[in-house]
């Protein structure tokens, strides 16, 4: 077909990957990028977790022509998960793989991502390389500020983030230093680029859908009318599908090449937006000229926290506004915006009619099929105008607003006067946008610095502002239009008349430049390379992206499995019917509970569970079936076709509020606790006692591991099964594949290489999935795969589990604490998890750091319709932290004592028994805190922050401090241990343990190394491989977790090499005499001709500790300090220091990395992640990216300082050392008690009092808002600016 009246179009697409020219000439229009370079191309370096633009580890580079003489390139960083394959016709492509390898050389900004140790897990390392890659190649000299304000797209979830923006900062150029032309990037070509072209037209069909690419609006509507009868789309950057996925219609036409709608111009009257420009191309003609962005300065900063740099570089501004227009519940910026901007959209009705509407007539269009937004034309501000934007969210970037609001405000700042119509736009409020007209008008020509007009105005701006409740909490969200209004008002305000302790809260915010320090001990020489700051082994291929997951095998003939689950959470099934996904073409078979009646095992997993629901439907979310297909794409398809209904229905319990008046609790002896110590009855009736009584919760997590779980099953002969799992339990995942399938366990080889990030999720949950894969590869004798999407993966399985705890304590006028008595509930979700435990392991934390003589513990589980909770880093640990730290700080504020000394008073020392009865005869919890009160400058900082509280009537500071112990118990978890040495003189190791990002490979390397390094050779850690965990070398092992895991094995390891050792220290001394050494190569060529087994395993099973319950405790501290804005509730963390007591760390660089990113993790934890649920059906709404919100590099403090305490000895942990991945986490709960310290400041201020009460987490800005118990919406401006003077 001639789409146009000129050339036929194309029906092959021709695209450059990696300079090399790729033609794809059955090219499926429903590909996306991603799933082409991995699945056809084979480039497995970008994963594709989240599929909606949210993660960035699919982030690709894609270069296209910046002008019509096709030579200058425009290069960006690009979502490959949301950019179709189609749309990248005519352009160059980079992957990782294409800028650098472990063999070719590794690119700068890989080189830096190593150095600085900024990967663990290595799942989201590929996806920040491209970013950053993308960035030097548009700006080969970048500030410190552009690389901070580039990396808003990736989340990382192990690291914390500090170790990569340091990396990638290194090569910022600060004002021009250090900065040569050698740094300039090498831009990406292809030898075949003048082939490559986008001017042409393209005709791409398969499986049912043509893809269209017109050149011109002519084009277009001739693909519209030829096309009338079929269901037809228009496509610009296709990044919408990130927030509402797509099923692609049968006629999609891609509308960004269109010339005229690529325009983008700037000239005296205003910004010329052509209808494909992007969010990327506003932000830099918004910048291209100074006058345009001081004037619009809010505005522009507000674009930049719309989405990720990523999706602002492919999404358009017109596309958005089309997104507004088409879905109800999407909260636009961009409307927002350009409406308060009173922007004209240029519409095409037909390929000849053009309209110009405003922002508020297109909302008004009764349809807007069949239109083009061809132009938005952005009206320059006069001088006199004042352009103010707002928006809360929950994250600072890449979060859609909770309400956001412009003003356009014409003032006269000399007579203080509103001199012509002001426009004032609130998002968020319900479908569209709205216009305060009623507002505006009364404000038009009054003077804004009389409080009785602007509190008349805002009477009028409540009225007319009408929450649409399903929007959100309706008092917060009205709370925040007076908040606005408020901020907006003041900020009119010529800033000398603002009165100084209203200044903070409309001040301007920047993003910072963040930094950091980390610090530790040399190490010790003796012990070399052990306690050395080493990378991690794989660390080179993990920057280079060549380091494969589970996903990244092919195993050949294989199959794709995909979860049906259920969509109700208490109910019965009453059918089910897979006959329309079984009639798909590719579709395999469908797989439930009745096809496993005569063939397997369904509740292997536990006693308590099913692999898939028999009948009962405990939660919504829970595994129904299986849909098994020749490819992914047919599976999941499928999967939505399998007919389930359900019978005898009923409302989900979700909340622990819920199953406390459902009576709806788990009664087992084994889990509950009721726990005495002392007579907490005595403390309380004690004279001198003070009582202090509270309640407090924390809330659920998600792991968010960015490789979701997934398992691959390989059948062989003889009913052998080879199973590649992403679990942290080999062994366990055998023994319940051997229990479902009935088979032998030495049948069923369990392999585990890495695990790209778990925190615990991967303990027993995987096994859920393992199971259900094997079933299906037994079934079918062929290999399958099962990976789950990210919301599958939210459903299904379940977080860090919720407590209530009602706290009763007696404490002496000094702050010392003489009884505790705690009433708990943990919401525990629909069955228990296997052997997770729950009030059982209490003691173990609850007391914190600190000696308090009598108890009285009583816990309850709940049962409710949700997934059950599995363990999460620091799984009780971090729970109960809150509680009794929460406790503490209520003592320190009604007694009016310091919170530091009352921590202080109570803390335990040497020689004292902690509640769980360890003895701590090594009890560092006061040298820790000392010296980071010491070293975080906490008592001048606290002054400080008194004072500020004391001088800003609505930016409030808190800064706490917050000591942690954590025990480490190994008593009977067996690890082993095999090590093998090669005639070469290499070494292979095979060990028990799963690498998950926590260095456990690098650690026992060192001690391999160490070890046979004893006999005086030169044992390199370049002669060491560790090779695949498997459960044909070592069986019958703990999981790793509970931070031991690296010690353990590395314990086996020192075990195993050293029994080498004892058999090669013979042939040395036949080699040499005495202490003279010899190379390592010549000792084993010569061991090798002396018949020595250079095999050895090694084992550790440990024995109970003499002292107590654990092998020893570790101690930590955490000093955090936030701002919290009291108007919106927002937070902002000014700086955290965090001080762990790591004993003489095997690999300082290693556990600094985990102290960083565990302490982020908890701020996520404490601070922005919140489950909700559908209170009908209990279907968990924060079931992806879009609505659940993981700190991001944005979100850490500013200011991020990091250390292990310095000499510090540990004659209890594996030579010396202490464990590092859980104890830091807990010490992030000072971020939330230094947020309820600033609350109380708020409080207090206009309550009266010490205006403290416990804070529960998360504090999202909502919880914040309200909890500050300030009812903005009904205060006057009058007194607002009373309760200054
Ligand atoms: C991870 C993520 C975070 C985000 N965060 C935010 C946020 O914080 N704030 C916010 O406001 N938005 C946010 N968005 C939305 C984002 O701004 C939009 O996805 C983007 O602007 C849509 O543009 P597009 O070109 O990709 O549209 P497409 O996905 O290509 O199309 C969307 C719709 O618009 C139509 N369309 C596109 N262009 C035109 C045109 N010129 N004329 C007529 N119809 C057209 C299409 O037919 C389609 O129906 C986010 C999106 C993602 C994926
Ligand atoms: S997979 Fe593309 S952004 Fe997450
Ligand atoms: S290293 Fe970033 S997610 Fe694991």
């Given amino acids: 077909m001639a789409l146009d009246d000129g050339l036929p179009s194309r029906k092959e697409l021709r695209f450059a990957v990696n300079g090399k020219l790729v033609v794809v000439r059955d090219a499926d229009p429903r590909a996306s990028l991603g799933d082409f370079l991995r699945d056809n191309l084979l480039l497995r370096g970008l994963k594709m977790p989240c599929r909606q633009g949210g993660c960035g580890a699919c982030t690709v580079v894609i270069s296209s022509p910046r002008s019509s003489d096709g030579v200058l390139l425009r290069h960006r960083p690009v979502n490959s998960c949301l950019r179709t394959l189609c749309s990248v016709d005519g352009m160059l492509v980079t992957t990782v793989e294409g800028i650098g390898s472990c063999k070719g050389g590794l690119h700068r900004v890989q080189q830096a991502l190593v150095k600085h140790n900024g990967s663990q897990c290595g799942f989201c390392t590929p996806g920040w390389v491209m970013n950053m890659y993308g960035l030097l190649l548009e700006t080969p000299n970048p500030l410190p500020q552009q690389v901070e304000d580039q990396l808003d797209g990736n989340l990382c979830r192990c690291t914390g983030y500090r170790p990569i923006l340091d990396a990638f900062q290194s090569l910022a150029c600060s004002s021009g230093d250090g900065c040569s032309a050698g740094d300039i990037e090498e831009v990406p070509t292809c030898k075949n680029l003048a082939s490559l072209r986008q001017d042409d037209e393209l005709e791409i069909s398969k499986g049912g859908v043509t893809w269209f690419r017109v050149s011109s609006l002519t084009s277009l509507y001739k693909v519209l009318r030829s096309n009338a009868v079929h269901d037809v789309q228009l496509v610009c950057g296709n990044t919408s599908s990130g927030v509402y996925p797509r099923q692609f219609k049968s006629v999609v036409v891609d509308i960004s090449c269109i010339d005229e709608m690529r325009r983008v111009s700037i000239d005296s009257r205003g910004i010329r937006l052509g209808g494909a420009a992007s969010l990327s191309d506003m932000e830099a003609v918004l910048n291209s000229k100074k006058e345009v962005s001081s004037s619009y300065r809010s505005l522009l900063q507000h ?26 519940g999407f909260v636009s910026d961009v409307a927002v915006l350009l409406f308060a901007a009173e922007a004209i959209l240029t519409i095409a009705l037909s390929d000849a009619v053009r309209k110009d509407l405003t922002i508020e007539d297109f909302f008004k269009l009764p349809s ?28 600072r970037v890449n979060s859609h607003a909770l309400l956001n609001a412009a003003f356009r405000f014409d003032v006269n700042s000399s007579k203080g006067l509103i001199q012509s119509a002001p426009v004032i736009v609130y998002g968020g409020v319900g479908h569209f946008p709205v216009r305060a007209k009623n507002a505006e008008a009364f404000l038009w020509g009054k003077s804004f610095t009389d409080p009785q007009v602007c509190d008349s105005a805002l009477e009028i701006l409540q009225k007319e502002i009408v929450m649409d409740p399903s929007y959100g909490n309706t008092s917060y969200r009205t709370s925040l239009v007076a908040a606005y209004f408020y901020k907006a008002i003041l900020s009119l305000w010529p800033k000398d008349r603002v009165p100084s302790t209203l200044q903070s809260s409309i001040s301007e915010f920047s993003w910072p430049i963040t930094s950091g320090t980390k610090s530790f001990d040399k190490g010790d020489p003796s012990q070399y390379p052990v306690s050395k700051p080493l990378p991690k082994l794989s660390a080179m291929s993990q920057a280079s992206g060549e380091l494969k997951y589970v996903n990244d095998f092919n195993f050949g003939n294989e199959l794709y499995a995909t979860y049906v689950i259920s969509t109700v959470g208490n109910a019965k099934i009453k059918s089910i019917d897979p006959a329309r996904a079984l009639a798909e073409n590719g579709v395999v078979t469908f797989i439930s509970a009745a096809t496993l009646a005569g063939a397997g095992y369904n509740n292997k997993v536990n006693e308590f569970e099913e692999v898939f629901a028999t009948s009962d439907i405990l939660y919504c979310g829970q595994a129904v079936g299986l849909v098994v297909a020749k490819s992914k794409r047919v599976a ?8 389930v209904q359900y019978m005898d229905i009923k409302k989900p319990i979700i909340t622990i509020e819920d199953a406390v008046s459902a009576n709806s609790f788990f009664h087992n002896k084994d889990r509950e606790l009721e726990f005495q110590q002392g007579s907490v009855t005595e403390a309380f009736s004690d004279s001198e006692a003070i009582l202090i009584e509270g309640q407090v919760s924390v809330g659920n997590q998600y792991h968010f591991h960015l490789e979701t779980q997934q398992a691959v099953c390989v059948p062989s002969e003889d009913g052998f099964i080879e199973v590649y799992s992403s679990t942290q339990n080999p062994s366990k995942v055998q023994s319940c594949v051997s229990a479902g399938l009935n088979r032998p366990q030495h049948k069923i080889t369990v392999s585990v290489k890495r695990i790209g990030g778990a925190y615990g999720a991967k303990i027993n949950r995987s096994l859920l999935i393992a199971m259900a894969c094997a079933f299906a590869a037994d079934l079918l004798k062929r290999p399958v795969r099962l990976v789950l999407d990210l919301s599958t993966n939210m459903q299904l399985v379940g977080g860090r589990s919720p407590y209530f705890c009602k706290y009763k304590i007696s404490a002496r006028k000094n702050g010392q604490i003489t009884g505790v008595k705690m009433d708990i509930i943990n919401n525990h979700g629909a069955h228990f998890d296997f052997e997770y435990p729950t009030g059982s392991t209490l003691p173990n934390f609850i007391d914190g750091a600190y000696k308090i003589p009598n108890w009285d513990l009583k816990t309850k589980i709940a049962r409710t319709n949700t997934p059950a909770c599995t363990y999460m880093r620091g799984p009780v640990f971090v729970e109960t932290t809150t509680m009794i730290e929460t406790a503490l700080d209520h003592v320190a504020f009604t007694l009016g004592l310091a919170r530091d000394q009352v921590r202080e008073i109570n803390m335990y020392e040497k020689g004292d028994v902690s509640l769980n009865g360890q003895r701590l005869n090594y009890c560092n919890a006061k040298l820790v805190f000392d010296a980071i009160k010491e070293s975080s400058n906490y008592l001048i900082r606290s002054k400080q922050v008194d004072e500020y509280n004391s001088s800003n009537l609505w930016r409030k500071r808190g800064i706490s401090i917050v000591p942690v112990k954590f025990i480490a118990e190994w008593h009977g978890l067996q690890h082993l241990a095999l090590i093998n040495v090669h005639p070469d003189g290499s070494i292979s190791i095979h060990h028990s343990g799963c690498e998950m990002g926590q260095g456990l490979d690098v650690k026992v390397a060192q001690v391999a190394a160490m070890t046979l390094g004893s006999l005086q050779v030169d044992v390199s850690m370049e002669d060491i491989a560790v090779h695949t965990t498997t459960t044909t070398v070592a069986n019958n092992v703990a999981e790793s977790g509970g931070s031991v895991a690296s010690e353990l094995c590395a314990k086996a390891v020192h075990d195993g090499c050293t029994q080498l050792v004892d058999r090669l220290r013979g042939v040395k001394t036949m080699l040499v005499s005495g202490s003279k050494s010899c190379s390592w190569k010549d000792l084993i060529s010569a061991a090798v001709s002396s018949g020595v087994d250079l095999q050895a395993r090694g084992r550790v099973y440990p024995a109970a500790a003499e002292d107590g319950p654990s092998q ?8 955090t300090e936030v701002e919290v804005d009291i108007l919106t509730g927002e937070t902002f963390v000014i700086r955290a220091d965090v001080l762990l007591d790591c004993g003489k760390s095997l690999n300082p660089a290693v556990d600094i990395g985990q102290v960083q990113g565990a302490f982020i993790q908890g701020l996520g934890y404490f601070l922005t992640e919140e489950f909700h649920y559908d209170p009908s059906t209990g279907k968990l709404l924060t079931d992806g990216t879009w609505e659940y919100k993981p700190p991001f590099a944005r979100d850490i403090p500013y200011e991020f300082n990091t250390a292990l305490l310095p000499n510090s000895e540990n004659p209890s942990g594996f030579l010396r050392s202490k464990f590092s991945g859980e104890p830091p986490y807990g010490t992030a709960c000072s971020a939330l008690l230094a947020v309820s310290q600033a609350l109380a400041a708020a409080r207090s201020q206009w309550n009266g009092g010490n205006g ?21 919406s009904s205060v006057s401006f009058r007194e607002l600016f009373s309760m200054n003077k």
Avoid: C
């Fill in 368 to 395: 807007v099929d069949e239109i083009v937004i061809v132009e938005i034309f952005l009206p320059l501000l006069p001088e006199s105008v004042r352009f103010l934007t707002y928006k809360v969210a929950l994250r």
């Fill in 1252 to 1272: 403290w009460s416990p804070l529960s987490s998360p504090a999202t800005p909502q919880n914040v808002a309200l909890a500050a118990e300030f009812p903005l």
């Fill in 1112 to 1119: 020893y405790t570790s101690f930590g501290a955490g000093v």
């Fill in 636 to 643: 999941d398809y499928a999967a939505t076709l399998v007919d």
């Fill in 303 to 328: 674009v930049k926290r719309i989405a990720t740099h990523q999706v602002r570089n492919m999404g358009t501004v017109a596309g958005n506004l089309m997104m507004t227009y088409q879905n109800l």
